[in-house]
């Protein structure tokens, strides 16, 4: 009961920092659309496409960088031979960019979420995730360069014990996306 508790005064935090934040001042991009490829440990694909919304809000400005993030909307794709697992997500993803854009305009960051998504099948490839609901884990590095973001990142997707068994996924993931 505390564990549940702990997670539910969590979640509201979280969404009370988002809710606070208002779109991008006018003229930096406020969206972003992403495409997504990665791989499980015993090889499973996984694709992912989806919207990004940024923040405006930034937190503890200093000379090496400063805290921010988005929210991000998606569509998964898990596949192994003849199993296909559809899924929906929302998380949001905090990051800390680096100022050191220089003369490149080359920005490096770090990030990580826990997010929530929706699977339509909760076994593939002889793994049983025990429900249709599921937590996104992801910590990753990446780099704006203009309009675009290139990043490298590990995801992992599972329902936290709230039912057993609890197989869990995990995934190295690259994604691109394009800011607007």
Same mark, same amino acid.
């Given at each position: 009961?505390?564990?549940?508790?702990?997670? #539910? /005064?969590?979640?509201?935090?979280?969404?009370?920092?988002?809710?606070?934040?208002?779109?991008?001042?006018?003229?930096?991009? #406020?969206?972003? *659309?992403?495409?997504?490829?990665?791989?499980?440990?015993?090889?499973?694909? $996984? @694709?992912?496409?989806?919207?990004? &919304?940024?923040? %405006?809000?930034?937190?503890?400005? %200093?000379?090496?960088? @400063?805290?921010?993030?988005?929210?991000?909307?998606?569509?998964?794709?898990?596949?192994?031979?003849?199993? #296909? /697992?559809?899924?929906?997500?929302?998380?949001?993803?905090? /990051?800390?960019?680096?100022?050191? !854009?220089?003369?490149?305009?080359? $920005?490096?960051?770090?990030?990580?979420?826990?997010?929530?998504?929706? $699977? +339509?099948?909760?076994? =593939?490839?002889? &793994?049983?995730? %025990?429900?249709?609901?599921?937590?996104? +884990?992801?910590? !990753? /590095?990446?780099? *704006?360069?203009? &309009? @675009?973001?290139?990043? *490298?990142?590990?995801?992992?997707?599972?329902?936290? +014990?709230?039912?057993?068994?609890?197989?869990? =996924?995990?995934?190295?993931?690259?994604?691109?996306?394009? &800011? @607007?």
């Amino acid at each position: 009961m505390k564990k549940r508790m702990m997670q #539910t /005064v969590c979640a509201a935090v979280v969404f009370a920092i988002i809710s606070v934040c208002s779109p991008a001042a006018a003229g930096s991009p #406020t969206y972003g *659309l992403f495409a997504g490829y990665g791989q499980s440990w015993d090889n499973i694909d $996984i @694709f992912r496409l989806g919207l990004q &919304r940024q923040f %405006s809000c930034q937190w503890f400005d %200093s000379r090496i960088g @400063f805290l921010s993030g988005y929210v991000e909307a998606s569509y998964n794709l898990w596949k192994k031979s003849s199993d #296909t /697992v559809h899924g929906a997500a929302l998380s949001p993803v905090f /990051v800390y960019y680096f100022n050191t !854009g220089g003369s490149l305009g080359i $920005i490096p960051y770090v990030e990580g979420g826990i997010g929530v998504a929706y $699977i +339509d099948d909760y076994r =593939i490839a002889g &793994r049983n995730l %025990s429900s249709n609901f599921q937590f996104e +884990d992801r910590i !990753g /590095v990446g780099a *704006l360069m203009g &309009r @675009f973001d290139i990043k *490298l990142g590990y995801m992992h997707y599972s329902n936290a +014990d709230i039912k057993s068994p609890n197989d869990g =996924i995990d995934i190295w993931m690259g994604t691109v996306a394009w &800011r @607007f």
